[in-house]
């Protein structure tokens, strides 16, 4: 149980363009996701904050309009990255939270190489 | 500010000899922690958290709270424990990652 897919695992786009990724949790209603990203061989920075429902709550740093987040079902979040540049090339791991007496586990997907050309 | 702290980018070591990943944060509650570990190519899962006081695989984990530690130990390591560790932190439920131990056990 408690699984979290994440899809896209790869994309590689043209600077410029958008890209969105999506965070599932398949067997469980995840009332809080997170959004993570992840330099090679370094720790995960925390981006973002979603709860369904509700507006993202994003890190002290993280530019909200670059990074769009929907939380729009207990089973779904989307992170989209607009206007994606090089520098925006990464590893994004979402995480999602079930609540209840496991409320502080977090799941994690598998992640999304991005690559922007 | 909080903060996690692993001083070690990599460990190695021989199967069957100790192991024990550095772990140190900062934080001015009641800190709850955990151990993740991410296996090669796959995805980032729960090892043990301090609360729960349990052994997986055989690693253990001891909240040293005099210290600000809460260190990874297993008595003799294997090659399939070869993996990167991180230590977090629960901040406000958000997790405050360290920057990642990479463990390689030799054959």
Known sequence: ?117 | AQRVTQPEKLLSVFKGAPVELKCNYSYSGSPELFWYVQYSRQRLQLLLRHISRESIKGFTADLNKGETSFHLKKPFAQEEDSAMYYCALNRGGKLIFGQGTELSVKP
């Open chain 1, 1 to 117: 149980g408690a699984v979290v897919s994440q899809h896209p695992s790869r994309v590689i786009c043209k600077s410029g363009t958008s890209v969105k990724i999506e965070c599932r949790s398949l067997d469980f209603q995840a009332t809080t996701m997170f959004w993570y990203r992840q330099f090679p061989k370094q720790s995960l920075m925390l981006m973002a904050t979603s709860n369904e429902g509700s507006k993202a709550t994003y890190e002290q740093g993280v530019e909200k309009d670059k990074f769009l987040i929907n939380h729009a079902s207990l089973t779904l979040s989307t992170l989209t990255v607009t206007s994606a540049h090089p520098e925006d090339s990464s590893f994004y791991i979402c995480s999602a939270q079930a609540g209840g007496p496991d409320a502080d586990t977090q799941y994690f997907g598998p992640g999304t190489r991005l690559t922007v050309l």
